[in-house]
């Protein structure tokens, strides 16, 4: 059993910062790689950052040069650095994580998700 737990979520002003976090918990390993999705409302689900084991990241085109993603191996922990927010970021912001289990099995699980309003 895995368990991902988002935070820092929260209404910004535009042009204003937000760090969301991420930890894992559970009969984990290692994190393999770590992802931060979003979700605003009538819209698809979007891959925002992505980091994988080898430190290797990914961003859309729309947060390019906004949104850093880091992670903290020996706290099971990443972290969403969101700067210079728009009011089209507005979204619920999701975790998820590919870890390797103690049995050596491979599982993907997902945060429940936190709310990030920029509104002025």
């Known amino acids: 059993q895995v368990q991902l737990v988002e935070s820092g979520g929260g209404l910004v002003q535009p042009g204003g910062s937000l760090t969301l976090s991420c930890v894992a918990s559970?009969?984990?390993?290692?994190?393999?790689?770590w992802d931060w999705y979003r979700q605003a409302p009538g819209k698809q689900r979007e891959l925002v950052a992505l980091l994988a084991s080898a430190g290797s990241t990914n961003y859309a085109d729309s947060v390019v040069g906004r949104f850093t993603i880091s992670s903290d191996d020996a706290k099971k922990m990443a972290v969403l650095q969101l700067n210079a927010l728009k009011p089209e970021d507005t979204a619920v912001y999701f975790c998820n994580a590919d870890v390797r289990l103690n049995n050596g099995g491979i599982l993907s699980s997902w945060g429940q998700g936190t709310q990030v309003t920029v509104s002025s």
């Open positions: 559970g009969d984990i390993l290692r994190v393999v790689r």
